[in-house]
């Protein structure tokens, strides 16, 4: 039972054409809903396979990891900690602590304090950019090297 142009007839109903049209790009609710918990779905697969994987990842790690720590106790700590003395300067320099910024040992030779105290200044001269307090703890060390030196 169709009428001229306004409605249609499906198995006995009948339905306007608005309403008909089967190339809507109008979603249902429920079509919107299916997708979204698809995804909701697929995401939270995503979510877990990541996990897993961590976790097996960690656990192949893990041997790795205490063998590595263990390597690293067995080195020396001069290895990791450079050869800088970490400290301030004492109140009265001592020959332990002028050997220490100069570099050299507290019985080296009066030539060697010289080239020591020689090579350091260069880098640390005040007219080159240097602390003038470093300057004059170089020059106290050495001071205190040479007045100790007989040689």
Do not use: C
Request: glycine share 10%; aromatic share 8%.
């Amino acid at each position: 039972m169709a009428n001229a142009g306004s409605r249609v007839s499906i198995e006995g109903e009948t339905m306007r054409y608005a309403e008909y049209n089967s190339q809507s790009k109008i979603r249902s609710e429920t079509e919107i809903d299916k997708r979204l918990g698809g995804t909701l779905i697929a995401v939270g697969l995503g979510v877990a396979a990541a996990g897993f994987a961590g976790r097996y990842a960690f656990q192949l790690w893990k041997p790795l990891g205490q063998v590595l720590s263990q390597t690293a106790k067995k080195m020396p700590t001069s290895t990791f900690s450079s050869h800088y003395y970490k400290g301030g300067f004492d109140q009265k320099m001592t020959k332990r602590e002028a050997s220490l910024i100069l570099g050299i040992s507290p019985t080296s030779t009066k030539s060697k304090v010289r080239d020591a105290h020689r090579s350091i200044m260069v880098l640390n001269h005040p007219d080159k950019g240097g602390s003038p307090y470093m300057a004059a703890k170089i020059n106290e060390a050495k001071d205190l090297l040479d007045k100790d030196q007989r040689r």
